[in-house]
């Protein structure tokens, strides 16, 4: 079965800021979380949202709400009940597009371009909002199907990703859950998680190997120095997730070198992870300028 794409133009908005924020988030449940969702938006007012795991299909995902909110444009490729990926922005696209991995229709993939005559910051961007297998919980393809299947999603990016070398676009960026943490200061501890899916050296090096495809920069990583701790989930079986701090940076923000060298500043949003009914991934934002 085919997912459709849905996506709403009405006449376009304007700004005399020439800065844009793009938030990345894996939401966990778009519909669950609505009041969170506005809430968020309400404190931080992104001009881009770009969720994970919305888990719902196209026919159900909440536009009125977005709309009413003041994101009139949408991009969606959902699934019921998993996975999931919407682009949510107060600004046009010229273009959607979505891919598909692994001969799956999991709906993991959604890419944006936006409009010539959009926001001054955002014009031309093409932007890809990814939702990487977490991979299940034991890290060999042999025992475990969901493991195989993220190494070969991974490799499957690779390629992918090197396509995208010589783009003629003003900007290139990926954002999104890719399920991996590839520093030893993106895990709270490298020794107790070096054998646990999402920061084992075989995903670590399938990660590198999709970076260096496409020649991207670590947005965050440009901002917070790598010697730093950096996370961007908790688990919900920590009672107490923020005095214990084990977390993962499994959310990533990645831009071709022009791209990258217009973000101002990245900001992991962490008190968002303690709000009420949480997902267990804070947003992280950045600012481009022009």
Request: net charge neutral; hydrophobic share 40%; glycine share 6%.
């Amino acid at each position: 079965m085919a997912f459709v794409i849905s996506v709403r133009i009405p006449s376009m908005t304007s700004s005399k800021n020439n800065t844009a924020s793009v938030v990345t988030w894996n939401i966990n449940s778009v519909r669950f979380r609505l009041d969170l969702v506005e809430r968020f938006i309400k404190v931080y007012k992104p001009d881009v949202l770009c969720l994970q795991e919305t888990k719902c299909v196209d026919d159900s995902f909440p536009l009125g709400f977005f709309d009413k909110l003041g994101y009139p444009h949408i991009a969606l490729k959902g699934q019921k009940a998993y996975h999931g990926v919407a682009t949510i922005s107060r600004f046009p696209f010229a273009d959607v597009s979505r891919m598909e991995f692994c001969g799956k229709q999991d709906a993991r993939h959604i890419a944006t371009r936006f409009s010539d005559d959009a926001h001054p910051a955002l014009a031309g961007i093409e932007l890809h909002n990814f939702y990487v297998p977490a991979g299940g919980d034991i890290p060999d393809r042999e025992k475990n199907e969901k493991f195989g299947h993220k190494l070969d999603f991974l490799t499957e990016m690779t390629g992918w990703s090197k396509g995208l070398n010589g783009s003629q676009a003003p900007g290139t960026m990926l954002v999104g859950d890719l399920n991996i943490a590839p520093l030893e200061t993106d895990v709270w501890s490298h020794k107790q998680l070096v054998k646990v899916v999402s920061h084992t050296p075989i995903e670590v090096d399938h990660l590198n190997e999709v970076q260096q495809a496409g020649q991207w920069i670590d947005v965050i990583r440009n901002h917070i120095h790598p010697d730093d701790k950096c996370f961007t989930w908790w688990s919900y079986r920590s009672p107490d997730w923020e005095k214990a701090d084990k977390g993962r940076r499994l959310d990533h923000i990645w831009a071709d070198s022009s791209l990258a060298a217009r973000t101002s500043s990245v900001e992991i949003l962490r008190e968002v992870r303690g709000w009420e009914k949480p997902s267990d991934h804070a947003p992280v934002i950045t600012v481009i300028g022009r």
